[in-house]
């Protein structure tokens, strides 16, 4: 099934890599072909990859640099490099659920 080309949609969080930002599991609602501004979020397909939601970090010559929020988990452009501007899908534009977040309990 093709992605939209523009409009909005869902996604689900899967991973750890957006953590403490995004966890598994949270839902974000988002814009297909939204504009790309550094320190967003983006949904968007790493090299040889599912999508995957990312921070941008900066645009150079080969494209956007894209950073995980949790350095311990993941793959980002530390890995694979620039990700191509054709393989940004959609910005985030905000989770709506969970509509709050638990604290973490001790231990």
């Known amino acids: 099934m093709p992605l939209p080309v523009v409009g909005l949609g869902r996604v689900v969080v899967r ?17 297909y072909g939204g504009t790309p501004r550094v320190g967003r979020l983006a949904v968007l397909r790493l090299p040889g990859g599912p999508l995957a939601v990312k921070r941008i970090a900066f645009q150079d010559g080969a494209g956007w640099w894209v950073e995980r929020d949790n350095p311990a988990e993941g793959v980002d452009s530390w890995q694979v ?10 910005m985030v534009l905000f989770r709506y659920w969970p509509l709050r977040r638990r604290p973490a309990s001790p231990g």
């Not at 991973?15 to 814009?31: A, F, I, N």
Request: aromatic share 8%; hydrophobic share 35%.
């Open 81 to 90: 490099g620039a990700v191509p501007g054709d393989q940004l899908v959609a």
């Open 15 to 31: 991973g750890r890599s957006m953590q403490p930002t995004l966890y598994d599991g949270d839902y974000l609602v988002v814009r």
